[in-house]
C-alpha cells in the first residue's frame, strides 16, 4: 500500500467511525470538503497536509487510527518530503474575485520532484487548481497548478502568471510590451485578449508545472 493509499484508508475508515458524510467529517474538523472527498474518493493528488491531520485528530480523538497511521508516518519520515500550500482558491483562467478570505492547507511534495521545476524554497511555493476553459489546452479546468511566488518580475514574453487585475486574480500568458503595458493572453484561441495599464497588473508568480492525471 503506497503513501495515497494509506490516506485513503484513513480516511474511509475515519468516515465510517464517525458514521457520517465525508462532508459532514470535514465541517467538524473545519478542514475544506476537499480535504476529506479526494482521499476518501481515491482522486487526491499528493498527502495529506500537517495541518488537516491534526485537525481531524482534534475533531476525532478517540478514532482507533490514528496510533497505527501516525506510527508508520513517523517511521518512515524522508526528508526528501517537503511541505508546501494549498491555496483553496480556484485562479480564473477566465478570473476570479479576490473578495474574501483565502483558506490556506500544507500539502506535502517531493522535495527532488520540485527541484524539476524551479530551485525556489518550498516557502516560496504554492499550489491550487485551474478554473475555467481559457488557458485549455495548455491547463485544463481542475489541473493542479504549482506556482513560484520568488518569480515575480516578468523577464520573459509568453510565460504563464498568476496575476491580479484590480480584484481578480487570474492565470494566464503574459506579453510586456515596450510601453509598459502587457498584454494579457489566453492559449483557447475563442477568448479575446486584453491589456494591462498603468500599473494595474500585480504579478503573485510563475505558473511552473501542471499536474494531470492521465
Known amino acids: 500500500m503506497d503513501d495515497l493509499e494509506r490516506d485513503s484508508a484513513l480516511i474511509r475508515a475515519l468516515v465510517e467511525y464517525a458514521q457520517a458524510t465525508p462532508a459532514a ?3 467538524r474538523a473545519n478542514v475544506a470538503v476537499t480535504t476529506v472527498n479526494r482521499p476518501f474518493n481515491g482522486t487526491a493528488p499528493s498527502r495529506l497536509g500537517r495541518s488537516a491531520l491534526e485537525k481531524l485528530q482534534a475533531a476525532f480523538p478517540n478514532f482507533p487510527g490514528w496510533a497505527d497511521y501516525l ?5 518512515h519520515a524522508d526528508p526528501d518530503l517537503v511541505e508546501i500550500d494549498h491555496v483553496d482558491l480556484r485562479f480564473g483562467m477566465g478570473a476570479t474575485y479576490l473578495d474574501g478570505p483565502v483558506e490556506t492547507e500544507k500539502r506535502v511534495f517531493s522535495r527532488s520532484w520540485l527541484r524539476n521545476f524551479t530551485r525556489a524554497a518550498p516557502e516560496q511555493l504554492f499550489w491550487t487548481l485551474g478554473d475555467g476553459d ?3 489546452p495548455t491547463i485544463r479546468s481542475g489541473e493542479v497548478i504549482l506556482i513560484d511566488r520568488s518569480q515575480d518580475t516578468l523577464r520573459s514574453a509568453d510565460g504563464i502568471w ?5 480584484d481578480i ?5 503574459l506579453r510586456p510590451r515596450a510601453s509598459g503595458a502587457v498584454e ?11 491589456l494591462a495599464v498603468d500599473g494595474e497588473l500585480h504579478v503573485i508568480g510563475r505558473v ?3 499536474v494531470r492525471r492521465l
Open 184 to 194: 494579457i493572453l489566453s492559449d483557447n484561441p475563442a477568448v479575446p485578449p486584453d
Open 208 to 210: 511552473v508545472a501542471v
Open 169 to 173: 486574480v487570474q492565470v494566464k500568458r
Open 71 to 75: 506510527g508508520r508516518s513517523v517511521a
Open 134 to 136: 481559457s488557458m485549455e
Open 25 to 27: 467529517v470535514a465541517k
Open 162 to 166: 498568476a496575476v491580479t487585475v484590480g
